[in-house]
């Protein structure tokens, strides 16, 4: 790929106080790719994506979106930059409608495009449609979990993050959040970067993926280079297709 | 029975003041998490700026009430937003973050400083004005007693009324009030979705004055007399009001205020006027020992 990635995140350092989580990590995502990260917990994965945001801030190194520098860009400019994120945790407002949720989603947005994306949310979750009235917070975890996502589709995202999107899900309802996320990277032609501990349905999915290990990028290659890989089949699919 | 409608009279007009300074001390909390200890002198500030731009004013204003009072509101408004503004920005931001009780030590300071400030600037002494409205409709009358209701009362109801209907609106069904009511359940998430967090929370407090204001007005209007202490108790029984009702609820702050007012009314009415405020927080440690979270406040049930 000769084309400058569309996210370059070069030697990023992260201090929680004195405790360095991230120690130096590199990672490229390019447009229309879905790029695994995978590590286990405690890893920084979710550091990294928050990182990425500028909530955390890097402490060293730099973050290159779309060719502009935005280590040092506000939080709240992000989504206006075209990155939206599916945190770890969901992070839904719970005494909010769904449909709340969703117009939250779409908040830096323009007002005029609202019809349309809400019926492209609800196209790729129906099930959001028929709650869309029903407080988040007494939604089921898998309906929490296609909130999470379909509200940052709200913002017309170029770059999409995705935080352990199938954490806690029945295996059935892991399938399907799979299944949506590369119909939207397909169909919408949305770049993805997806953090997981589910490393197999992760690897099999993404274009490309690294392995994080201790705060640091330890192993990078294609989907099936990495899938392959005796030391990830080891560490990350000892229990079969987890 | 006619004196029971007139102190329902009463006690209305002052649960509208109540309730617009409750909304404030609610919503700040709502958001930050953090009793606005400043906020009552927020609304003697609110009163003090109505009686000077009335003065200001002088004859002309009583020629023409209606008029008089639209400048006077405009003036309230834009002043006394700007010391609200003010205070957050400069003694409560700077300590986000730091120990939870920090900020409300400043709000202590703050609503000294405030006091003193007018105390220093105006004086003492009571400031008077003319009446501004005068008339109003007798309702019925039994012997030497009538009752009453003022224009002043009417417009002080229909206007509490309209405002909270307004506010409700704003707060529930506009994008701003979205944004607002997502800063207060999880500050970081409503800005990685754009709200500019600290924006939010700066129109919050000056949303919260701008009641304040109103309320300030109102009092002038109907007591024709302010002083650099008014804040102090009006801001406890509002505080309370909000607590009443539920802290972190806006109808709970509007219902509150009323209560607080009917009850101060009717008290004084039947049992000794020296202990009102005795009976206003009695019931209030009443309800809370019954519904710890005040009357339309929530439970956290469901924490994520
Ligand atoms: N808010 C925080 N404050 C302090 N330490 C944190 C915080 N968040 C994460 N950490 C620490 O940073 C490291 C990486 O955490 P995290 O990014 O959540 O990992 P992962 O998402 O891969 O499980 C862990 O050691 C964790 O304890
Ligand atoms: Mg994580």
Known sequence: MSKAPLLSVKNVKTHYGPVEALRGVSLDVHEGEIVALIGANGAGKSTLLMTICGDP??????????????TQTPLHQMVRLGIAQSPEGRRIFPRMSVLENLQLGAFAGDPANFEADIARVFRLFPRLAERSSQRAGTMSGGEQQ???????????PRLLLLDEPSLGLAPLLVAQIFDTIREINRSEAVTVLLVEQNAYHALRLA????????????????????????????????GGKG | MEYLIQQLINGLTLGAIYGLIAIGYTMVYGIIGMIN????????????????????????????PVLAIVIVLAVALIFTSVYGWAIERIAYRPLRGSFRLAPLISAIGVSIFLQNYVHMLQGAKMKPIQPVVRGGFVLAQEGNFVVQITYLQIGIIVATVALMAGFTYLIQRTSLGRAQRACEQDRKMAALLGVDVDRTIS????????????????????????DFFIGFLAGLKAFTAAVLGGIGSLPGAMLGGVLIGLIEAFWSAYFPIAYKDVAVFGILVVVLIFRPTGLLGRPDIEKV
């Open chain 1, 207 to 238: 274009h490309r993926g690294y392995v994080l290990v201790n705060g640091a990028i330890r192993l990078s290659g294609t989907g099936p280079e990495l899938l392959a890989n005796p030391d990830i089949q080891q560490a990350y699919l000892a």
């Open chain 2, 203 to 226: 129109l919050t407090f000056v949303m919260g004055a701008a009641l304040a204001a109103i309320a300030g007005l109102i009092f002038t209007l109907y007591y024709g007399a302010v």
């Open chain 2, 37 to 64: 200890f400043a906020h009552g002198e927020v609304y003697m500030i609110g009163a003090f700026i109505s009686i000077i731009a009335f003065t200001i004013l002088g004859p002309f204003g009583f020629a023409s």
């Open chain 1, 146 to 156: 296609m909130l999470a996502i379909g509200r940052a589709l709200m913002s017309r």
């Open chain 1, 57 to 70: 801030r890097a402490s060293e190194g730099q973050i290159v979106y779309d060719g502009n520098d935005i």
